[in-house]
């Protein structure tokens, strides 16, 4: 069959977007079919492939299903979301001076467009905060922290980011026994000045560096603003070269209202046999 679909960008986190609508497309989106889309020499490629469905009436207009690269189900994306909430938008003709709530494995998160062309989303409340000590690599350092931002993020915060082998390093903390059996991803963090942290993410699921990670983003600069007391909000550049903004409430290392800012765009769209 002949697949239809879009090409977009959350600030360099890249997804092929499809309109699961009719629930056609469900008896070919299997892993293996979706690992192909998003090869980057075989296929389309991509860090992950997003599925607009119909909502399941839990509070969203429509349904967001993420899939990483590898063509497994994982329960948000945080870029993917914002590029979601204009992909969905698009189909639905929706006046973008509304919010756009929709439904994710993690929960109901809701999208609202800004003046900028920017996208915000509030993201699911994160939790499970918690201090890991390990016998670690030496470049990570022993202080690991680990909170889900609606996905598991690892977060070791350094002086230095350029250079690093994230390849090898994320991996030794996506696959660390301290976050088996689902594992986690990898971040690397370095702050800036206060309020203001640079970040390089090893994502599950695409098994190496993407140029951006929203939830990963958000779980740095909320780390960041627990443990230096900084303020809402929190600028974070990435690897892609944009900086986004991470809004919150914030009582002692209770988050809510938490928010994520940035730039999602249609790169091109295009028709594929599969
Ligand atoms: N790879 C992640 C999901 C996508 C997260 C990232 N692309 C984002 O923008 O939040 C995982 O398996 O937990």
Known sequence: MLLHFYKMTGAGNDFVMVDNRDLSLSSVLDRETIE???DRRFGIGADGL????????????VRMRYYNADGGEAEM?????????????ALLHHDKTAPLPFE??????TATFEK????????????SMQLFVLNADPTVGADVHFLNTGVPHAVAFLDKLEGLDISRLGAYLRYHEAFSPKGTNA??????S????AIR???????????????????????????????????????????????????????????LTGPADLVFTGDIQI
């Open 187 to 192: 971040n690397f963090a370095r702050i800036l």
């Open 201 to 259: 993410t090893y994502e599950r699921g695409v098994e190496d560096e993407t140029l951006a990670c929203g939830t990963g983003m958000t779980a740095c600069a909320l780390l960041h603003a627990v443990l230096t007391d900084a303020p809402s909000p929190i600028q974070v550049d990435v690897a892609g070269g944009d900086t986004l903004k991470v809004g919150f409430q914030r009582t002692g290392d209770r988050f809510t209202d938490v928010t």
């Open 104 to 109: 994710t494995m993690a929960g109901v998160v």
């Open 77 to 89: 994306c945080g870029n993917g979301a914002r590029c979601f909430g204009n992909f969905a938008a």
């Open 116 to 127: 900028d062309g920017n996208v915000t989303v509030n993201l699911t409340n994160p939790h």
């Open 36 to 38: 192909a889309l998003c």
């Open 194 to 197: 206060p309020g203001h942290i």
């Open 50 to 61: 997003i599925a607009v469905e119909p909502s399941q009436g839990k509070g969203g207009i």
